[in-house]
């Protein structure tokens, strides 16, 4: 959720006292859960020879979190999809280079964009946007490549393709496109081929949001066209299993080209195929879709990764949650954890909440009989819909079903506040 995370970093945000690091990462995990009111996490360190898995905390339910517990990844199906692509062009049956409509020619005309090869979707080089409105729809029959056929010819481009880096997950879900009709296979099946462990988003244990600073139990979407930019999903062991395949030799002729530096995101960070790549040598990604929070950590050189998964998400407390996942691995490797901060803004949000109803509630009990008031409440009411609903996604550039997926705080305050000055509009316009 990058454009909704882009209006978290321009908060305020507060910084809380951080544990010293921990003997035992996982003691050091369950008091980060326990700052952050975070349900559960599911995490695993793995190396040449062994995966050491856990997991700590509850379902949303109260039921215990364990390591069988499945959950979605979020982003880090990109490099996910990233790794099925490149397997496929070893074996000579996609060419990374050759532009989209040498494969969705079928399904439609594509203008300017069918010149965007499957590399720079994989690099976020295609100059496509980050594609909110055609994401996170709750279709598990949905085509990737009917979305793509409908969406591509209208798109306006951000850059040229190839021109400069542009996160999309619109151009992962045509990567998708791209590789279920280059082999007339699902993208799931081609995930089994070499990760058969991963079960996307089938019998899901419970994820929640961040509301208000409390995890509330949350079911997801099931995006059919959303396998490769965000849903698919499975256990900490597939998880795991997908980051040892990494680092395992006989996959190195694979693993150098996702992992092989390109475009830089900025000073310190390049991109791969589906990877980000720190000048430190990390390579990872991390990930989120409503209810869950995920990551992954590689350290070739050390032939150590680290994953994590959380059942919780909110785009208002990214922030906390990415430096939990990285405050766990830093603590892995023997380093201090990267401080973690959470943004102020549901505090904001909830005391902004606070304060008009409570200024509602004074001037409902006031004895005025006015027919204009009740106009005044009402046109306001007004407003903040148009606000709320309409601008501010027009802002964030995101539908507006988007406030309620990320930002629950924010979509029942904009749905709380007009339904107030509405039933206020409606006693005075009764009492003139």
């Known amino acids: 959720m990058v454009v909704l995370a882009c209006a978290v ?8 006292a951080q544990p010293q690091p921990a003997a035992d990462p996982a003691a050091w995990l369950q008091s980060q859960l326990d700052e952050f009111a975070i349900p559960g996490a599911a995490y695993a360190v793995i190396d040449a020879t062994a995966v050491s898995a856990g997991a700590i905390g509850s379902q949303p339910d109260g039921s215990p979190l364990r390591t069988d517990s499945r ?3 979020g982003s880090v199906s990109k490099p996910v999809t990233a790794t099925v692509a490149q397997r496929l062009a070893d074996d000579g049956v996609i060419d990374l280079d050759a532009g989209i409509d040498t494969y969705l020619a079928a399904a439609g005309e594509f ?8 590399r720079q979707l994989l690099q976020h080089t295609s100059g496509l946007p980050f594609g909110a409105t ?5 279709d598990p029959n949905r085509r990737a490549v009917d979305v793509a056929a409908q ?12 021109a400069a880096y542009h996160y999309s997950s619109l151009g992962y879900l045509v990567v998708q496109a791209v590789l279920e009709q280059a082999t ?10 070499f990760l058969p462990s991963a079960t996307g988003a089938a019998g899901l244990s419970g994820g929640s949001r961040m509301t208000g600073g409390v995890a509330l139990g949350f079911d997801p979407p099931n995006d059919g066209a959303g396998l490769a930019y965000g849903y698919q999903g499975g256990d900490i062991n597939a998880l795991a299993e997908f980051a040892r395949w990494q680092l395992d030799p006989a996959n190195g002729a694979v693993v150098s080209e996702t992992m092989s530096p390109g475009p830089r995101t900025g000073p310190t960070e390049q991109l791969g195929l589906g990877w980000r790549i720190s000048d430190d040598g990390t390579v990872w990604h991390t990930g989120t ?8 950590f590689i350290e070739q050189a050390a032939d150590l990764a680290v994953v994590v998964l959380l059942n919780t998400s909110g785009s208002l407390y990214e922030q906390s949650l990415y430096g939990v996942v990285r405050g766990f691995y830093d603590i892995v490797r023997g380093a201090d954890p990267t401080p973690v ?18 200024a509602l509630g004074a001037l409902s009990v006031r004895p005025v009989r006015s027919r204009s008031a009740g106009i005044v409440w009402a046109g306001l009411a007004l407003v903040v819909i148009a606000v709320g609903w309409i601008a501010l996604p027009l802002v964030l550039d995101v539908p507006a079903r988007y406030l309620w997926l990320w930002m629950p705080d924010v979509a029942a305050v904009l749905v709380a506040l007009p339904v107030a000055l509405g039933l206020l509009a409606v006693r005075r316009l009764r009492n003139a």
């Open 134 to 138: 055609a994401l996170d729809v709750d």
């Open 151 to 162: 969406v591509l010819p209208g798109v306006e481009l951000i850059d040229a393709p190839g």
């Open 9 to 16: 970093l321009a908060t305020p945000s507060t910084a809380y």
């Open 341 to 358: 901060s959470g943004s102020a803004m549901p505090a904001l949000i909830v005391f902004a909440a606070a304060v008009g109803v409570l």
């Open 289 to 296: 879709v409503p209810g869950y929070f995920s990551a992954v």
């Open 111 to 118: 203008g300017a964009t069918g010149a965007i090869t499957v």
């Open 71 to 73: 959950m979605l990844w």
């Open 184 to 193: 007339g296979r699902p993208l799931a099946e081609l995930v089994h081929d």
